[in-house]
Structures are given as structure tokens and as C-alpha cells.
Nanobody, 127 residues
């Protein structure tokens, strides 16, 4: 059974940084592309960042480009989201997601593509 567990969320002042982690188990991690999404109450889940199986290809939503960095450690079965220069509009519940794929260098930015989800971690940014 695939399990994804996010951590690292919390309260931070605007301009600050957080690093989210997502530990995966029950899967061959290197066979999965990974993604980060976020959701605020009353809105649809929004794509934030994605990374290929290899880690060599990444994608970001425009609003976080230059501020957020997605990375993965296939030896530790973990994907990270480094978030710098946080803004109040970044506040949300952040979810990681996993997609089994045979494609080594492909990332996925649609929530519908993903097979498994974590429970989410809250990020709050004070102004």
C-alpha cells in the first residue's frame, strides 16, 4: 500500500522560508514521478511543482517560479519542496502526490494524473 506523509509545514512570516518533505513508502519510489499541489478552502486543488522519476525534469506554476524548488532523493524515498520568499497567497494545505510511470524524464502537472496522495500539511504565511 502506497503511503505518502508530508511534513515541514507551519507558520512563517512573509518573506520567510519553509522546506516541505514527503516521505514515501510501499512503492518503488524511483518508478514514480512526484508532484506538489496546494488547496485553500473553497478553491480547487492547484498544481505547484512536479519532478520526473529521474529528478532531471521539473515544472512549476508561474506564481512560484524562482521562489520554490522541488527536488527528490531516491535513496531516501523523499521528495522536497523548498519554499523561499513566501507570500500570504502561498498559504494553503500542501499535498504531495505520486504517479507510477515508465517515462524517466516526464513530469505531470495535472492532479488527475496522480495515483496516490498524502494527507497534506498546512502552510500559513503571516503578513
Amino acid at each position: 500500500q502506497v503511503q505518502l506523509v508530508e511534513s515541514g509545514g507551519g507558520l512563517v512570516q512573509a518573506g520567510g522560508s519553509l522546506r516541505l518533505s514527503c516521505a514515501a513508502s510501499g512503492l518503488t519510489f524511483s518508478s514514480y514521478a512526484m508532484g506538489w499541489f496546494r488547496q485553500v478552502p473553497g478553491k480547487e486543488r492547484e498544481f505547484v511543482a512536479a519532478i520526473s522519476r529521474s529528478g532531471g525534469s521539473t515544472d512549476y506554476t508561474n506564481s512560484v517560479k524562482g521562489r520554490f524548488t522541488i527536488s527528490r532523493d531516491n535513496d531516501k524515498n523523499t521528495v522536497y519542496l523548498q519554499m523561499n520568499s513566501l507570500k500570504p497567497e502561498d498559504a494553503a494545505v500542501y499535498y504531495c502526490a505520486a504517479k507510477a510511470t515508465a517515462r524517466y524524464n516526464t513530469y505531470y502537472d495535472s492532479s488527475q494524473a496522480y495515483d496516490a496522495w498524502g494527507q497534506g500539511t498546512q502552510v500559513t504565511v503571516s503578513s
